[in-house]
């Protein structure tokens, strides 16, 4: 079938964004679903700096691809072996699918799933093909094995949960990546206890669902750090208990004053080496630094070797929230119908497909905290 996709031709497009125009809107051959593949009607898709990531070479991707990977829509067909979805049923996207058969997957982590690394870096499905292409028959990577931006896609049955369909797919979109990484490295990886302190230092969707996520934990004090006011202005109104602008002078030592010594949790989402230093020099003796934010390869962190062992300190890394998407999806939800999640507040604007060079340069100026596509 025939569809309307944006496609990234070549990485490490200079800015303004919406000058240069790095995404393409084409025309593309959309393949059948193949074994355990899915054909999806998107209907949301949410702009994240993974995608953005891509587009300014932060995070290498075979191109030509098409981007997209935090979505949400409707099945409208179904390959061979799909039997638990059908025709109409409403689904989320999840950027890293599960074989649930890998050591990680059969340790209950499958967001390290390794053939999903392998494929996910490779710009194919699950099953190692491509199902993009365009008349001429060049091939179109697919992201994260999504690509979401575009009408329709076809994706790996192991890359979708089902949703009620009375959950408004604009909202449900965002439960695919930037609630499950957000809300999930609070609570899966930082495992916050009930009234423990928490810093959140980035403040785009990710780190505000972290803020929130935090909150949800039963964090006692909850501290968002920012460059921008209006996202610290935003936090605060979501519930966290203080804000601070990383770039006044001595924030460090003013978070340290505040807290003792320093938060029992920070929590980096700014995918900045120098974030990731600051959230690791707030965080007490026998605290812990979770980092969610992806910076270039090529970026070091430098750290008190010693602290980690005479402080007995703890640094870690959190992948899609270390989530189990068919559990957490389904629990994340039932928080926001209960008003325990406010990630609609998190939504800062609608963008149509045509929209979408606009709206990844107010991201990447840090305009933005979640832009999402509608198509009809």
Known sequence: MKIRAAVLQAIGAERPYDKTRPLVIEELEL???GDNEVLVQIKAAGLCHSDLSVIDGNRPRPVPMALGHEAAGIVKAVGNGVRDLREGDHVVAVFVPSCGHCAPCAEGRPALCEPAAK??????????DHRLHRADGTTINHH???SAFADHAVVSRDSLVKVDPDLPLHHAALFGCAVLTGVGAAINSADIRAGQSVAVIGLGGVGLNSVLGAL??????????????????LAKELGATHAFNSGEADCVAKIKELMNGGVDCAIEMAGSEKALEFAYQITRRGGTTVTGGLAHPEKKVAIQQVSLVAEERILKGSYVGSCVPVRDVARYVTLFRQGKLPVDRLLSDTLTLDEINEGFEKLAAGKAVRQVILFD
Do not use: R
């Open 31 to 33: 393949d059948p679903p």
């Open 144 to 146: 994260l094995g999504v």
């Open 216 to 233: 949800v934990a039963g964090a006692g004090e909850v501290i968002a750090i920012d460059l921008d006011d209006s996202k610290l202005t």
């Open 119 to 128: 494929t996910n870096n490779a710009g194919t499905l699950v099953s190692g």
